[in-house]
């Protein structure tokens, strides 16, 4: 593990710090737009050279940077310029989904650790993911995160880099919101499995507003569930999302109900933020 770089201490009277989003893709690109409509200074990186522009326009300070297990010369080097000066770095870079993608995720963040430090970055807040949990009937704390044939243990062995008093990890539940409609993950499958489990879902906005909190709050030396209060059944989830745009819904195998429930308890509590879409049947008219 990285040890972690030695921090800066933000002064809530200072200029605000500058910000640097690792990752301007569905989540990442709204963020920094966030981050710039509230007042921080905003580095972000893209993989695609035609939003280096969109970047640019909003504001933000564009790097193009493509993150591989071995990064090339040109992608070390504009990594570590973009780190310099930056005071918090919002790491958004998901694992991939191909062959031996999600094993090489925690090398990818291992490059990031060690620029970090090198860096003397003050904080690191890195976007995980709830995969961490075993797919087990009951809800799932914090703590319940463990290495399974479940759970992503990739994401844990990530996440490891990163824990520690000067960085915060958030676990965000299932992705909703603009662009990403769940009523077309399951339209039109039958047999689906699991119909009766619960759903553990997070919009957008509510990502959004998390991630702003924890920065504002200076909220640091935390791992932190991010994820919507209701958990309706797959079925009855599901059903709705693809009656919403008009597919086919899915239909499921009966008996089968086991799944696990992301509790959120904590951060709600150390944040105090209000939750905009709670309610995620309803949040489906904001997609």
């Given at each position: 593990?990285?040890?972690?770089?030695?921090?800066?201490?933000?002064?809530?009277?200072?200029?605000?710090?500058?910000?640097?989003?690792?990752?301007?893709?569905?989540?990442?690109?709204?963020?920094?737009?966030?981050?710039?409509?509230?007042?921080?200074?905003?580095?972000?990186?893209?993989?695609?050279?035609?939003?280096?522009?969109t970047?640019?326009?909003?504001?933000?300070?564009?790097?193009?940077?493509?993150?591989?297990?071995?990064?090339?010369?040109?992608?070390?080097?504009?990594l570590?310029?973009?780190?310099?000066?930056?005071?918090?770095l919002?790491?958004?870079?998901?694992?991939?989904?191909?062959?031996?993608?999600?094993?090489?995720?925690?090398i990818?963040?291992?490059?990031?650790?060690?620029?970090a430090?090198?860096?003397?970055?003050?904080?690191?807040?890195?976007?995980?993911?709830?995969?961490?949990?075993p797919?087990?009937?009951?809800?799932?704390?914090?703590?319940d995160?463990q290495?399974?044939?479940?759970?992503?243990?990739?994401?844990?062995?990530?996440e490891?880099?990163?824990?520690?008093?000067?960085?915060?990890?958030?676990?965000m539940?299932?992705?909703?919101?603009?662009?990403?409609?769940?009523?077309?993950?399951?339209?039109?499958?039958?047999?689906?499995?699991?119909?009766?489990?619960?759903?553990?879902?997070?919009?957008?906005?509510?990502c959004?507003?998390?991630?702003?909190?924890?920065?504002?709050?200076?909220?640091?030396?935390?791992?932190?569930?991010?994820?919507?209060?209701?958990?309706?059944?797959?079925r009855?989830?599901?059903?709705?999302?693809?009656?919403?745009?008009?597919l086919?819904?899915?239909?499921?195998?009966?008996?089968?109900s086991s799944?696990?429930?992301?509790?959120?308890?904590?951060?709600?509590?150390?944040?105090?933020?209000?939750?905009?879409?709670?309610?995620?049947?309803?949040?489906?008219?904001?997609?």
């Amino acid at each position: 593990m990285i040890p972690p770089a030695t921090p800066a201490t933000l002064s809530t009277t200072a200029a605000l710090p500058t910000v640097a989003v690792l990752g301007c893709g569905w989540l990442g690109l709204p963020l920094a737009r966030a981050l710039m409509a509230a007042g921080y200074p905003v580095r972000g990186t893209t993989t695609t050279p035609s939003q280096l522009l969109t970047l640019h326009d909003a504001g933000i300070q564009p790097f193009l940077l493509r993150l591989t297990p071995a990064l090339t010369p040109t992608d070390a080097d504009t990594l570590n310029v973009l780190l310099q000066g930056v005071e918090v770095l919002i790491l958004n870079v998901p694992p991939g989904r191909g062959p031996g993608q999600p094993e090489a995720y925690p090398i990818i963040l291992g490059q990031v650790a060690e620029a970090a430090a090198a860096a003397g970055l003050a904080h690191v807040l890195l976007v995980s993911s709830t995969g961490v949990y075993p797919d087990q009937a009951r809800i799932m704390h914090e703590d319940d995160a463990q290495a399974s044939p479940e759970a992503e243990s990739h994401l844990l062995r990530g996440e490891a880099l990163f824990q520690g008093p000067t960085n915060t990890v958030i676990r965000m539940a299932g992705l909703m919101g603009p662009g990403r409609q769940p009523g077309r993950f399951l339209a039109g499958r039958t047999g689906v499995a699991h119909g009766e489990a619960p759903v553990n879902m997070v919009h957008q906005h509510d990502c959004i507003g998390l991630l702003l909190k924890v920065l504002e709050l200076g909220l640091w030396g935390h791992t932190l569930n991010g994820c919507a209060a209701s958990h309706p059944s797959r079925r009855t989830f599901f059903t709705a999302a693809a009656s919403q745009l008009g597919l086919n819904p899915p239909t499921f195998a009966e008996g089968t109900s086991s799944g696990k429930q992301i509790d959120s308890a904590a951060i709600r509590h150390l944040t105090q933020y209000q939750f905009r879409h709670d309610d995620v049947v309803a949040a489906l008219s904001f997609c």
